[in-house]
């Protein structure tokens, strides 16, 4: 916990605004009579959080007043001899606060009941200017299987069936943090509706943090607050100096009603940091903060050692306006451990947050048959050949009509030939698809290799069929020619039929060989197979280290989790990359210490301060071809750019998979809706790339068809339809009197910025679009505007 000491300054002198900080706070909320549900208990007994008798172990929670990234909540468990209830599972109830107040954040520690997805999850506000306003959560599981999902509380267990049994699944609490309308006073809320057990939500704890009180409608001055200022994992080299990246958010604690040019940060604004162990080399730099808004920048530091460290915030002039001191620095390490508590600390890199679009490649053996019914993946071809092996399974059919009863998976590894494969072209498509990273399927859960896997096993390309390193080629042309398109690597942790991982199978992974579907009493070959003496340190582990250290891989996007030895991969992961000078990201899928969380085929309800990265084919249902599909099914370049801008608005990465055919070709219907697409970045991913989702939210929440985004120099405002004549925007956005907005799709709009205005009343934005040309770009229906600041 920080121990926060604030000098408050306030300048009042000709030419400069009067500045207040004041130190950003919260106020428990008391939910006590509204809990409904015992989600906690000793030894399993009493506590139902799922409606199925299982509960968290309540002498592993914290107790009593617990403070996370700022915030203060009451937590309602004692010292371990709980028992009642202790949380609320929402059910419209009514939440009234003692006293109407005007809010900037509300903070809720929760957890949903499910075990699987995350799910939308809606609050009424409602305020006292009898308005009210619908504010959504992407609300996350308190356990996900096999995947790591991991809160702000974590737990190694939960008791199931009111006994002291566990389930050995890790369980979190997590925590979440949102804008609230400050035009008026907030009075109550409406919590979610009731679910069954499964998508239930409950809440835990309530923090709010106040507006700053406005004397009058005249308001002069501005209200600042240093929300956080986190040392980061993060790096970028100046000079020849490895600066550590700080990321400072600031608040404007003044409701939205106070918004003018003398309540807001209109011109350069430095923030820099100090300490006995800390240095600035770069300052941060913040150019626009209106009332109620919040902006985050990072600082670059030389940090030597631990200490407490002190925010200077200057004015344009370089005056000081203000000092925030007491927050612990924290220098990168100098050598990572196997520690997962040290590995927790890790964090996505500045340019994984910065690319927001990747190319996912899912090809190998699978890409021989290339078949599934519609809503199948076609990568798991030999998975669901065999489950269940008979006539009332379609692949079953399939493989029989086709292929007839000889044949069995690995007959089809001759015909993976990649006899058309340039990775020239791959990268060159990439790049103009304008992706700015690649993930590669290295190995499925196949287990056969597109990379040189040495004296593991011989099951993979560089040994059978092409017989080429194709990992190898297209990172090397990646490099090669496009220095700046990043390069991941999957890795599938299991293999469905390895005899080596027999020893550690579980559900659809369950390792040992397959029986013939057609001949039940034989076993069908593991092809390439060597001698190892266990999977996970004979295999896995040299795999993953071989692809970070061999091929230099900068994402290991691994795939289902289970048993692992991650945290010394990781540890091995990040040391081998801070030696090449390089920064890396690891997911959810590892089993183990992630930095970012990958939902699949699903795009969130709301804004996730955790880094995030969505996933999903160009086909509907699969990632691997699948000839089953017709081309007017692939996603075109509309629901590319809708979806990318979408998923950035909310702070995560667009992941669209390709599949290639077995002879390495990207088939025309995926490659020309990826350059389509690409087309409409190339004019307009100004509001795409090195973008940051906005405080206030991603979307208007009375136009659910605009999406916002932010950088340092502007704030943009994307349509997912066509406007008219104008573009009506009905929510206050950082505008201010000066300030330029261009079309990014017309070419004219340099130099025609269009008109606007905004209503004197509620704020919102009105753009005259009489003379901008509206065709799609690429075909892409999306179109871009954006907000140019402009220094008073």
Same mark, same amino acid.
């Given at each position: 916990m920080r121990s926060l000491q604030v000098v408050f300054v306030a300048l009042n002198f000709s030419g400069v605004l009067?500045?207040?900080? /004041?130190?950003?706070?919260?106020?428990?909320?008391?939910?006590?009579?509204l809990f409904n549900n015992q989600a906690a208990s000793v030894s399993g007994s009493g506590g139902n959080f799922d409606g199925s008798g299982s509960s968290y172990d309540v002498t592993l929670l914290p107790t009593g007043v617990w403070t996370y990234d700022g915030i203060s909540y009451e937590l309602p468990w004692d010292d371990g001899t709980h028992g009642g209830n202790d949380n609320v599972v929402t059910q419209s109830q009514a939440l009234t606060l003692p006293e109407p107040t005007t809010l900037h954040e509300i903070h809720m520690?929760?957890?949903?009941?499910? #075990?699987?997805?995350?799910?939308?999850k809606t609050f009424v506000f409602h305020f006292a200017d009898q308005s009210a306003e619908e504010i959504q959560m992407s609300?996350?599981?308190?356990? *996900?299987?096999?995947?790591?999902?991991?809160?702000?509380?974590?737990?190694?267990?939960?008791?199931?069936?009111q006994t002291s049994v566990k389930n050995l699944n890790a369980t979190s609490i997590f925590q979440w943090s949102a804008s609230v309308p400050s035009r008026s006073a907030l009075e109550s809320i409406t919590l979610p509706p009731d679910t069954e057990p499964g998508s239930r939500l409950h809440i835990f704890a309530i923090s709010i943090t106040p507006s700053a009180p406005s004397s009058s409608e005249n308001v002069t001055g501005l209200i600042l607050s240093i929300r956080r200022a986190q040392f980061s994992t993060r790096w970028a080299q100046v000079n020849e100096t490895r600066a550590q990246a700080v990321q400072v958010t600031l608040a404007n604690l003044l409701?939205?009603?106070?918004?003018?040019? !003398?309540?807001?940060?209109?011109?350069?604004?430095?923030?820099?940091?100090? =300490?006995?162990? /800390?240095?600035?080399v770069v300052s941060g730099t913040i150019k626009r903060l209106v009332p109620s808004d919040q902006v985050s920048v990072d600082v670059l530091v030389i940090t030597n050692g631990t200490s407490n460290a002190t925010v200077t915030i200057k004015d344009e002039q370089g005056t000081v306006v203000g000092l925030s001191g007491g927050w612990p620095a924290m220098p990168i390490p100098a050598e990572w451990t196997a520690d997962p508590e040290l590995l927790g600390t890790h964090e996505t890199p500045t340019w994984y947050n910065q690319a927001k679009y990747g190319i996912f490649v899912h090809w190998g053996v699978y890409s021989v048959p290339a078949w599934a019914p519609e809503g199948t993946y076609a990568e798991w071809y030999n998975w669901d050949l065999h489950n269940p092996p008979n006539s009332g399974n379609p692949f079953y059919v399939h493989q029989l009509d086709t292929y007839g009863p000889s044949v069995v998976y690995d007959d089809f590894i001759a015909n993976f030939t990649a006899s058309k494969f340039n990775a020239s072209a791959w990268v060159d498509l990439f790049d103009s698809a304008g992706a700015k990273y690649f993930v590669l399927v290295t190995k499925h859960h196949d287990g056969f290799a597109?990379?040189?896997?040495?004296?593991?096993?011989?099951?993979?390309?560089?040994?059978?069929?092409?017989?080429?390193?194709?990992?190898?080629?297209l990172f090397h042309a990646a490099k090669e020619k496009k220095p700046w398109l990043h390069r991941g690597t999957y890795y599938s942790m299991p293999e469905w039929f390895s005899p080596d991982y027999a020893p550690y199978g579980f559900s659809e992974w369950p390792g040992g060989l397959a029986r013939n579907v057609f001949y039940p009493s034989e076993l069908e070959p593991y092809t390439g197979r060597l001698n190892i003496s266990d999977y996970l340190a004979d295999l896995q582990l040299p795999h993953m280290l071989t692809l970070a250290e061999t091929y230099e891989t900068e994402i290991m996007w691994c795939d289902i989790g289970g048993p692992n030895r991650t945290p010394e991969f990781a540890a091995q992961f990040y040391n081998n990359a801070m030696a090449k000078g390089l920064q890396v990201a690891i997911n959810n899928r590892c089993g183990a210490v992630p930095d970012f969380f990958t939902p699949e085929y699903q795009t969130l309800a709301a804004i996730q301060t955790q880094k995030w990265e969505t996933n999903e084919g160009m086909d509907p249902f699969s990632y691997g071809l699948n000839s089953n599909t017709n081309a007017s099914q692939y996603k075109n370049a509309t629901t590319i750019i809708q979806t990318l801008v979408d998923v950035v608005s909310k702070n995560g990465n667009y992941l669209l998979d390709v599949g290639p055919t077995a002879e390495g070709e990207i088939i025309a219907p995926m490659a020309n809706n990826l350059l389509a697409a690409g087309e409409w970045l190339g004019s307009s991913g100004g509001c795409v790339y090195n973008t940051s989702y906005w405080f206030?939210?991603?979307?208007?929440?009375?136009? =659910?068809?605009?999406?916002?985004?932010?950088?340092?120099?502007?704030?943009?405002?994307?349509?997912?339809? *066509?406007?008219?004549? #104008?573009?009506? /925007? !009905?929510? *206050?956005?950082?505008?201010?009197? =000066?300030?330029e907005i261009v079309y990014l799709g017309d070419s004219n709009t340099e130099v025609s910025p269009l008109a606007w205005s905004t209503d004197p009343n509620t704020g919102y934005l009105t753009v005259d679009l009489n003379n901008v040309r509206l065709n799609p770009i690429g075909g892409a229906e999306a179109w871009a505007f954006q907000v140019r600041y402009k220094a008073r």
């Open positions: 009067a500045v207040s900080l /004041v130190p950003f706070t919260s106020t428990a909320v008391s939910l006590t009579d520690l929760y957890a949903l009941d499910s #075990t699987q997805v995350d799910t939308a609300a996350k599981a308190w356990w *996900q299987w096999p995947e790591i999902n991991l809160g702000v509380i974590n737990t190694p267990y939960s008791f199931v069936n409701p939205i009603s106070a918004l003018s040019a !003398n309540t807001s940060i209109n011109s350069p604004y430095t923030i820099e940091i100090s =300490g006995p162990t /800390v240095s600035t597109l990379f040189d896997t040495g004296n593991t096993t011989h099951r993979g390309s560089v040994y059978m069929g092409p017989q080429r390193d194709l990992l190898a080629e206030k939210g991603a979307q208007d929440s009375v136009n =659910g068809t605009l999406r916002f985004l932010t950088t340092p120099d502007t704030f943009c405002i994307v349509s997912l339809v *066509q406007p008219s004549q #104008t573009l009506s /925007v !009905n929510t *206050q956005i950082p505008i201010l009197l =000066g300030d």
